[in-house]
């Protein structure tokens, strides 16, 4: 038996590791996931403290090293580049969103913060959910990168189903994202990158066709809210800015967002 420290848990569960319990462990938070995005309340609360509780603990249990994990500053400038690839990407789609009076961005920078500053924090948890709970234990069952990168972007996708801006976007962003973990091991870059996208998304993309950034039962319920009359007389086809947090269900523990 190992110590109670990182380094001695490491070392018995990398004894004791199998496939099969790879296969539970994946298996049973990935059905959890998707029984909070499509379970109604109040059950959607329950499942949503259970499913939280039940990764935690498991990836507690699985602890192999903040760097296995992603979370140091090793790659952290080789990978930069992604961080600045995926701001050109935004600031594209922003200009064309403007160009098209689709953009809708808050009003004011502390409206922004408001909005999607938590985003930011929530888009560094999907990406600790898919390379550090689903991609590492993909690359244990498969031992083949590309496949694990893929099967990891294929689930990150259907988690965002219904929606299918968020679903190609994820399927497309979650596989990029993938093979850059495995070539930089470092998070907090991809975790940058993802921000900057999924926010680009959501204020460039109407949200009668976005659904402000719901996936499953909720992306089915949403009900459009009209724009303020004030936001109508200054530009009419904007539409009300949009809250990524502000869902009709509670957030699933893989994000709404891309």
Not at 134 to 158: D, E, G, N, Q, T
């Amino acid at each position: 038996m190992g110590s109670w420290g990182p380094i001695g848990w490491t070392q018995d569960l990398r004894t004791t590791r199998t496939p099969r319990r790879d296969l539970l462990e994946l298996s049973v938070a990935y059905s959890l996931i998707l029984l909070v995005i499509w379970t109604p309340r109040p059950w959607q609360v329950l499942l949503w403290v259970l499913t939280a509780a039940s990764i935690l603990a498991i990836t507690c249990m699985s602890f192999e090293g903040l760097e296995a994990m992603g979370l140091c500053s090793a790659n952290f400038l080789c990978s930069l580049w992604a961080v600045g690839l995926s701001a050109a990407i935004a600031a594209a789609a922003v200009l064309l969103a403007e160009r098209f009076h689709t953009l809708h961005a808050p009003g004011t920078p502390y409206l922004f913060v408001r909005h999607y500053g938590v985003y930011a924090v929530w888009a560094w948890v999907q990406q600790v959910l898919l390379q550090c709970f689903c991609l590492s234990r993909l690359m244990r069952l498969l031992r083949y990168a590309p496949s694990a990168a893929a099967i990891a972007a294929v689930m990150f996708a259907v988690v965002h189903l219904p929606s299918p801006v968020l679903t190609v976007v994820t399927l497309t962003c979650g596989m990029a994202a993938c093979l850059l973990f495995l070539r930089y091991r470092n998070l907090y870059t991809i975790a940058l990158a993802h921000a900057i996208l999924g926010t680009s998304v959501a204020i460039c993309v109407p949200a009668p066709i976005i659904h402000n950034m719901r996936i499953g039962r909720s992306y089915l319920t949403y009900v459009p809210h009209p724009a303020p009359l004030a936001q109508r007389s200054i530009a009419p086809l904007v539409r009300q800015s949009i809250d990524p947090l502000a869902q009709q269900s509670t957030p699933s523990p893989i994000s709404p967002q891309p």
